[in-house]
């Protein structure tokens, strides 16, 4: 099993004309994604490698039927009102691309979703990745490199960085731990899913015995995910990385991401760490030390 | 993006929210017409972003004419957080009765936005809560359901507000509520909130920050208010150095090759991407190795973006070496890159080879990137050598 999508999982991607876009549309379809249809106004007729190109959202669920997910890569800002066009025409799972959206309007898509019953995943993220089954997304870049750095297997991934989701899931993959599902979450203050809102889906997943967090400074996702943990007795090892331990000394300048500023304490990384660990969370302080951890972790059982 | 105070008062203006008269003044002989303008007693503050101005004695009240530019004169040269005033703001002084708080921003976590209102303004608003919860409310609003005033009347009367004062605080805080929705604010304060001994209220200071993403959205207020483009308000101005990296970023459309933070360390860094990057600097600093600077390279972006990087890290002073890396790229071509950086060194007239420190930059299209670095004598490494690691190869080169 896998967490969010399958083999089969059927997922359109809206503002699929744009460079970007192009680009993920090939390399998901070469790594076996099903990709029904694409949105880009005023080109219906088009196709983007075999994939046919509709005016609206609504033509292609009346054409294909209901589709399950949308990868949204449209400018931002026409990005709120795709996303609103993907939920009200019936899409349970939203992957947002784009970066630079103001979190008033992140705020609005993530509401409108929950209203919804939907999933939004990001925005300014790079997807979602079930080794060897599929990918929702640009994460693991054209489908022979995914293959090089993704393996199928037992861990969960959970990313503020795109990046980095690829570089974690390399290392793993090097050290013969292969990957349930793999999530980049997103850089933004606000996101639609947070690392403890998918734990559940990790908790309730067979595959999944163990979870590898990429955390940066800047709000209080860490935080939610130790009290998650703590709380629900999860069954779950998790191990953590921590980037950007330079900015601790660094109050109000903005580094990386858009998430990613300190501003009070709690921000700070070092209180993260505290955070994490009280919770039973190992923090690596390199990358290449994730998978010993996690090796220990799952030897001792949890 | 923080606005300063005499901003902020604009933009509660032009939106009737209760405010003393006041005018922004530049030199002692302004203080003192805008004191007889105002024809009474005034406070003068001085105009910084940065918190502290009562403690660090930028606050100053007047009687007179001359006291008013006595303590423009005074007040004008004080440094606060490293910052110089921009103006001072001569205010009319008002009898304060009682001092409220009221506060909107985001909650991350609840993903909406956060009304904090409180009864006993005037200090700092983290003490109250530990001291006095029951004086400080929190109510979570829709950034999409209808905004209702009814929402402002529960946050005050949660705190012990009633009578007249309920109802005459319910509109401005109201109103402050929109404000933050309108403008894409990450924070919308008011700081004390005043009733004045003829039971009116009063804004006598305000606090608002602007989300850097939204100011496209906002060009027109902007404008009226003067707040030009080149105008960042981070935590601290930027640098020339930044400025030029601003300006590398901004040569086309394609990637990113910017984002450049100046540090004065001797190792030049060419890193990316968001997460990699703090990555990096991190490894960096744990070897002992002193950054020359920060930055981000990422979404593919074009040679010569990269080059004109290399090229401005390379011309500050002290910096001989340069380390490029990155974490394992998806997008990112790794030969687009190596051409870029080698560019950037022969431009500079630096011999690539010992210059470029390490290549770390595995992934899409590296073994067309390798064979350039070959060419070219550059050392470079893959995936089996970590980011840690390419980063301690970088900082040995130094010592």
């Given at each position: 099993m896998s967490i969010l999508i399958r083999k089969d999982t059927r997922f359109i991607v809206q503002g699929i004309t744009g460079r970007e876009a192009v680009n993920l549309t090939r390399e998901n379809l070469e790594y076996g994604a099903k990709i029904v249809g694409g949105v880009t106004p005023g080109r219906a007729g088009r196709d983007i490698y075999g994939v046919p190109v509709y005016d609206c959202v609504r033509d292609i669920v009346k054409e294909?039927?209901?589709?399950e997910g949308s990868v949204v890569s449209v400018p931002p800002k026409f990005t709120k009102d795709a996303v609103f066009e993907a939920l009200e025409n019936g899409i349970e799972l939203i992957v947002i691309v784009t970066e630079n959206i103001p979190r008033r309007e992140v705020a609005q898509m993530v509401e409108l979703a929950s209203l919804r019953g939907a999933r939004i995943i990001g925005p300014n993220c790079l997807g979602i990745i079930s080794p060897d089954e599929a990918k929702m997304?640009?994460?693991?870049?054209p489908a022979a490199n995914t293959r090089q750095a993704y393996k199928k297997g037992n861990i969960g991934v959970m990313s503020r960085s795109g990046g980095m989701t690829t570089e974690i899931a390399s290392t793993l993959t090097a050290a013969g731990l292969g990957q349930s599902t793999c999530v980049s979450?997103?850089?933004?203050?606000?996101?639609?899913?947070t690392y403890a809102e998918l734990m559940p889906l990790f908790e309730a997943?067979?595959?999944?015995q163990a979870i590898a967090i990429y955390s940066e400074p800047g709000g209080r996702m860490e935080a939610e995910l130790a009290e998650w943990i703590t709380e629900n007795d999860s069954r779950l090892p998790v191990v953590a990385f921590m980037a950007?331990?330079?900015?601790?000394?660094?109050?109000?300048m903005r580094f990386?991401?858009?998430?990613?500023?300190?501003?009070?304490?709690?921000?700070t990384t070092t209180e993260k760490i505290k955070r994490m660990e009280a919770a039973g969370i190992s923090v690596a302080?390199?990358?290449?030390e994730i998978p010993d951890l996690l090796k220990k972790r799952l030897e001792e059982g949890k | 993006m923080r606005f300063y105070e005499y901003e902020s008062k604009a933009l509660f203006r032009k939106h009737r929210l209760p405010l003393g008269e006041s005018r922004v003044v530049r030199s002692a002989d302004e203080a003192r017409s805008a004191f007889e303008a105002i024809g009474g007693p005034v406070v003068l503050k001085s105009q910084v972003l940065s918190g502290g101005r009562m403690k660090a004695g930028a606050v100053k009240f007047a009687d007179d004419a001359d006291e008013a530019a006595a303590h423009f004169e005074s007040i004008l040269p004080i440094v606060i957080g490293g910052e110089s005033a921009r103006s001072v703001l001569v205010e009319k002084k008002s009898p304060v009765a009682q001092e409220y708080f009221v506060a909107i921003t985001w909650d991350g976590r609840a993903k909406r936005p956060v009304l904090v209102f409180s009864d006993?303004?005037?200090?700092?608003i983290e003490e109250v809560a530990e001291t006095?919860?029951?004086h400080v409310s929190k109510t979570h609003f829709s950034s999409i359901l209808p905004l209702s005033p009814y929402i402002a009347k529960e946050a005050i009367g949660a705190t012990g507000v009633s009578g007249t004062a309920l109802n005459k605080l319910t509109p401005v805080v109201f109103e402050l509520m929109k404000i933050f929705l309108d403008y894409d604010l990450t924070l919308a304060e008011i700081n004390p909130l005043a009733r004045l001994e003829d039971g009116s209220f009063i804004v006598l200071d305000g606090h608002i920050d602007m989300e850097a993403e939204a100011r496209g959205g906002h060009k027109a207020l902007l404008d009226e208010l003067g707040i030009?483009?080149?105008?960042?308000?981070?935590?601290r101005p930027p640098t020339d150095f930044e400025i030029a990296g601003a300006r590398v970023n901004a040569v086309?459309?394609?990637?990113v090759a910017g984002n450049v933070v100046e540090f004065d360390g001797n190792l030049g860094l060419v890193i990316g991407a968001g997460g990699g990057s703090l990555t990096l600097f991190d490894a960096v600093r744990k070897h002992g190795g002193k950054p020359a600077n920060y930055c981000e390279i990422g979404g593919n972006p074009s040679v010569n973006k990269a080059k004109e990087l290399t090229k401005l890290i390379l011309s500050?002073?002290?910096?001989?070496k340069i380390a490029v890396m990155m974490n394992v790229?998806?997008?990112?071509r790794v030969d687009i890159v190596a051409r870029g950086v080698v560019k950037g060194c022969i431009e500079s007239g630096k011999d690539p080879a010992k210059t470029i420190a390490i290549f770390r930059i595995p992934g899409a299209w590296e073994d067309e990137g390798f064979k350039i670095l070959r060419k070219y004598g550059v050392e470079y490494c893959d995936r089996s050598v970590s980011m840690y690691d390419a980063a301690g190869r970088a900082v040995a080169k130094l010592s």
């Open positions: 294909h039927g209901q589709v997304g640009g994460v693991g870049g979450i997103g850089g933004d203050a606000i996101i639609g899913t997943d067979s595959e999944t950007g331990r330079f900015m601790d000394e660094m109050k109000g990386g991401h858009a998430g990613t500023i300190v501003e009070g304490k709690e921000d302080e390199r990358i290449e | 006993m303004g005037g200090i700092d006095h919860p029951d030009g483009e080149e105008e960042t308000r981070q935590a086309d459309h394609r990637g500050k002073p002290g910096v001989e790229v998806s997008n990112t």
